[in-house]
């Protein structure tokens, strides 16, 4: 059974950090395309990061690029989000997404263009940022 699994959210202080984790059973992580998608209440869901087969394929978007920062474990098949300096706009439920490495690119994946049907999504985690 395809699942992912997310962990690591919960309520930091402006200016705080968190490690949100992405735990994959059923399938091989490597073989697809990792993103981090978040959506807060009243707003669309915004593709936050998302990374290749590779480290350093991996795509932000503009609003987290330098504070956040994704990376993947092969060994645990885990996908990780390191976000750090973070707002009270950062505040969301946070999605991982797992879409296979032959329909999408990190870019196409995290812009929403790759419709999200066609991979398999965590059931979130919240993250609040408040003082």
């Known amino acids: 059974q395809v699942q992912l699994v997310e962990s690591g959210g ?15 059973s059923g399938f091989t992580l490597d073989y697809y395309v990792i993103g981090w998608f978040r959506q807060a209440p009243g707003k669309e869901r915004e593709g936050v990061a998302c990374i290749g087969s590779s480290d350093a394929n991996t795509y932000y978007a503009p609003s987290v690029k330098g504070r956040f920062t994704i990376s993947r474990d092969s060994a645990k098949n885990t996908v990780y989000l390191q976000m750090s300096s973070l707002k009270p706009e950062d ?23 790759t419709p999200s049907g066609r991979g398999s999504w965590g059931q979130g985690t919240q993250v609040t940022v408040s003082s």
């Open 10 to 24: 919960g309520l930091v202080q402006p200016g705080g950090s968190l490690r949100l984790s992405c735990a994959a």
């Open 91 to 113: 505040t969301a439920v946070y999605y991982c997404a797992a879409y296979p490495i032959s329909i999408t690119t990190v870019q196409a994946m995290c812009r929403l263009i």
